[in-house]
T-cell receptor, first 111, second 114 residues
Framework: GENVEQHPSTLSVQEGDSAVIKCTYS??????FPWYKQELGKGPQLIID?????GEKKDQRIAVTLNKTAKHFSLHITETQPEDSAVYFC??????????FGTGTRLQVTL | NAGVTQTPKFQVLKTGQSMTLQCAQD?????MYWYRQDPGMGLRLIYY???????DKGEVPNGYNVSRLNKREFSLRLESAAPSQTSVYFC?????????????FGSGTRLTVV
């Protein structure tokens, strides 16, 4: 099965700074790379995803970059705001398999 | 459009008691999933249903059973609850079996077994 690691496990940034979370996976056949955001007391919510034929995808202040050769992908959040404080999960998968979630990164945006 | 609805939101059980967690989705999704979330361990798949009429074990199925009642509903049953099953349980659904589509999660059931 897929082994998924996220780094760092916790991240504290000041409002307005950028945050980067890295996800490393083991299955070279993985071809779908989503990021989920989980706010306190809620279920995870998909915020951005990328397929293996694309190296980078951006949606306003968030972006995901993929390095298939090195088997890692990263979540980038620019101009962080207090509402970005949450736990973020990566969940790579190959076609016809289930998502395998990383252990999560707790992001704290301080004023 | 409610998405994925889970009931109950909170539950306390005594060791040995049984209960069923309910999940329903209104997005006409084919696939449904049950995850548990424990501190420091991310989300682990208990059971899933790729389509109506099928169910399969996930990573941590022991102590649980599931029923895909129809396309909308997927329930999780604990026959004899144990303290190790204290966790937050999430139901999710996705659009297409085998397709790379995102999951939609419910808001969770927080279960405590004493």
């Amino acid at each position: 099965g897929e082994n998924v690691e996220q780094h760092p496990s916790t991240l504290s940034v000041q409002e307005g700074d950028s945050a980067v979370i890295k996800c490393t996976y083991s299955d070279s056949a993985s071809n779908y790379f989503p990021w989920y955001k989980q706010e306190l007391g809620k279920g995870p919510q998909l915020i951005i995803d990328i397929r293996s034929n694309v190296g980078e995808k951006k949606d306003q202040r968030i972006a995901v970059t993929l390095n298939k050769t090195a088997k890692h992908f990263s979540l980038h959040i620019t101009e962080t705001q207090p509402e970005d404080s949450a736990v973020y999960f990566c969940a790579p998968r190959r076609t016809a398999s289930k998502l395998t979630f990383g252990t999560g990164t707790r992001l704290q945006v301080t004023l | 459009n409610a998405g994925v609805t889970q009931t109950p939101k909170f539950q306390v059980l005594k060791t040995g008691q049984s209960m069923t967690l309910q999940c329903a989705q209104d997005m006409n999704h084919n696939s449904m999933y049950w995850y548990r979330q424990d501190p420091g361990m991310g989300l682990r798949l208990i059971y899933y249903s790729a389509s109506e009429g099928t169910t399969d074990k996930g990573e941590v199925p022991n102590g649980y059973n599931v029923s895909r009642l129809n396309k909308r509903e997927f329930s999780l049953r604990l026959e004899s609850a144990a303290p190790s099953q204290t966790s937050v349980y999430f139901c999710a659904s996705s659009e297409r079996r085998g397709g790379n589509y995102g999951y939609t999660f419910g808001s969770g059931t927080r279960l405590t077994v004493v």
